[in-house]
């Protein structure tokens, strides 16, 4: 008892919420935060705090239903790092930065 296990962050709060913009478009943006983690070389992670970004639309060419997203994570492009395993020779493992992802899908 009162050990520290390796990985789990003690805090992992995350809050996000979708709102329209216009009558086709909405907006969604998350926010997360993770406290530091104890690595198997019993060292820490930094804590951080990652935004993402998520804009929606959807219409209807040629009767069908399609939807278009551009979503945008790590917003602010937060640096940080998770822990590494035995098999790794580092502590952690530097994550991507802000990464962008399109995506078209049409409904027949």
């Known amino acids: 008892a009162g050990n520290w296990l390796t ?3 003690h805090d992992l709060p995350r809050a996000g919420v979708v709102a329209p913009v216009t009558p086709f478009l909405r907006c969604g943006i ?3 935060y993770e406290s530091e983690r104890l690595t198997v070389y019993g060292t820490h992670t930094d804590p951080f705090f990652l935004t993402n970004l998520n804009l929606m639309t959807t219409f209807h060419p040629f009767a069908t239903q399609t939807t278009a997203s551009l979503l945008v994570k790590n917003l602010f492009d ?8 035995f098999e790794h020779t580092q502590p952690t493992i530097e994550q991507d ?10 409904r027949f």
């Open 7 to 9: 990985n789990p962050p």
């Open 30 to 32: 998350e926010a997360q």
């Open 78 to 85: 937060e640096p940080y790092a998770t822990p590494g395993g």
């Open 97 to 106: 930065g802000r990464t962008i992802m399109v995506a078209l899908e049409a």
